[in-house]
């Protein structure tokens, strides 16, 4: 499938002096859920607001829904939840909707019963009456997050979604993202959120300094430094540990500790042979099993180890520029 987002170099400089974008390259593809995360000041926000023309780039090439960024036509098929949304708080829930209905030219039938749906899908029925100044800031999530598919977009960009969302709340929106997704909608995520990144996302890319430095799937992130470990009560005496390097074990990558193996594979089987020399030696075996570093460990990983210096790969983290899905 093409790219529903394909950007490169974009930048932004604020003042003539101030690089809040430095090259970005990114690339979405069409049915996926795609994460943007970074720490604050990174430029996430910065660049969505360019992709959805609230803000000029100072230089940007590339394409959103297959036409250069700022076409109104493909404008139409965007929803958007900005960050710190503000809508009029005299209004109530059902208002918000059927404003932002009128405002991308639907009819009026048509517009309240979307808003009837949109209301249900995000638990908010129950409030359509009430005025959003009586609101949670939860509940005004919810709102702006139907408001978001009013013009039943092709893609849904949604800058911090979940801010100020109990979790329960959240488990919902995660919910409504993956119905959105099974729609064939494409989902463009801001949010400093890892666990809900982590759970929701196909891909994700890392923002630090003004550049993206890694993107793709969590997998593909972290396969070279997850494998299957084993751990065991005690310490491995010498004489298993001199058996255990005597095997054939090509993806076995270290005996970390005096009690813990890592291996750096998925393959269970390969993993055997050890587990059968520690039991022959009656060393009880604590765990075994595969692990992944979490999507906030590789965060943590790529903005330690990142000194705003230069584009591109940095150690401990794969830059990969690969986009649409084929």
Known sequence: MSA??????????????????????????????????????AGKSTLVKIMMTVISPSKCTGTVLGEKIGDKNTLQQIGYLPEHHRFPAYLTGRQVLEYFGAMSGIQRKQRKAKASELLELVGMESWHKDKLGSYSKGMRQRVGLAQALMNDPKLVVLDEPTDGVDPSGRRDIRNILSHLKDEGRTIFLNSHLLSE???????????????????????????????????????????ASSELNSLSLPEQAEQTSADTIAFKTDDATKVQPAIDTLRKHNIVIQSAGFKRPSLEDLFMQVVSTDHGDKPGAISGARSSKKGAKS
Do not use: W
Not at 5 to 34: C, H, M, N, P, W
């Open 4 to 41: 529903v987002i394909d950007i490169q170099g974009v930048e932004k400089t604020y003042k003539r002096r101030i690089k809040a974008l430095r090259g970005v390259d990114l690339s979405v593809g069409q049915g996926e859920i795609f994460g943007l995360l970074g720490p604050n000041g």
């Open 197 to 239: 990144l982590e759970m929701v996302c196909d891909r994700v890319a890392i923002m630090v300094h003004g550049l993206v430095r890694t993107q793709g799937t969590i997998d593909e992130l972290t396969a070279d430094q997850s494998g299957f470990v084993i751990t065991t009560k005690e310490p491995i005496p010498e004489h």
